[in-house]
T-cell receptor, first 112, second 114 residues
Framework: NAGVTQTPKFRILKIGQSMTLQCTQD?????MYWYRQDPGMGLKLIYY???????DKGEVPNGYNVSRSTTEDFPLRLELAAPSQTSVYFC???????????FGSGTQLSVL | AQSVTQLGSHVSVSEGALVLLRCNYS??????LFWYVQYPNQGLQLLLK??????LVKGINGFEAEFKKSETSFHLTKPSAHMSDAAEYFC????????????FGDGTTLTVKP
């Protein structure tokens, strides 16, 4: 039972580099989310999707992009990495709105 | 708009003592409320949730929370702390006006002393 799988677990980027954080879920959930967690802070929503082909911005979308071509996958793209994007990133999914979230184990990203 | 305030970023209790983690919320419509737990280097896991109906909600690992509309609170309790309860706890609120998106508090780190 894989649930929500995120890769990579750790990554170090140089300023200006780009990368994609991968997220896939095998629960056939329509709703998927990307959060970032900064030290001592709660989770801030970056982007979310209510189904394949539909995405929308959350609280802190600047510097990120997403796509949702399939139900299973919801990758997060950083185009020009900045030190302010150093954080732990969590992908989550849910069966429907207002249902509990299932989280991946996170990606720890450092931008130096 | 919805928001969550968790009172106390760090709580320390002795093993066997009562655990009380405080959460107050703001929502313009009836809220859905959640408590999640995060163990080191892991994602969040649901402890319990309140939607409608009974205001006392029981969750996993002996935790429970009571929804008090008049106080806009959803405090998490456990009668007797165990060493394995040491973790970070997040309160979250969601409602139908916000496409079901959850807003999280800043978290409370629970330390359990032997």
């Amino acid at each position: 039972n894989a649930g929500v799988t995120q890769t990579p677990k750790f990554r170090i980027l140089k300023i200006g580099q780009s990368m994609t954080l991968q997220c896939t879920q095998d629960m056939n959930h329509n709703y998927m989310y990307w959060y970032r967690q900064d030290p001592g802070m709660g989770l801030k929503l970056i982007y979310y999707s209510v189904g394949a082909g539909i995405t929308d911005k959350g609280e802190v979308p600047n510097g990120y992009n997403v796509s949702r071509s399939t139900t299973e996958d919801f990758p997060l793209r950083l185009e020009l990495a900045a030190p302010s994007q150093t954080s732990v990133y969590f992908c989550a999914s849910s069966y429907s709105q207002l249902e509990k979230l299932f989280f991946g184990s996170g990606t720890q990203l450092s931008v130096l | 708009a919805q928001s969550v305030t968790q009172l106390g970023s760090h709580v320390s209790v002795s093993e066997g003592a009562l655990v009380l983690l405080r959460c107050n919320y703001s929502s313009s419509v009836p809220p859905y409320l959640f408590w999640y737990v995060q163990y080191p280097n892991q994602g969040l896991q649901l402890l319990l949730k309140y939607t409608t109906g009974a205001t006392l909600v029981k969750g996993i690992n002996g935790f429970e929370a009571e929804f008090k509309k008049s106080e806009t609170s959803f405090h998490l309790t456990k009668p007797s702390a165990h060493m394995s309860d040491a973790a970070e706890y997040f309160c979250a609120v969601s409602d139908r006006t916000n496409a079901g998106k959850s807003t999280f508090g800043d978290g409370t780190t629970l330390t359990v002393k032997p």
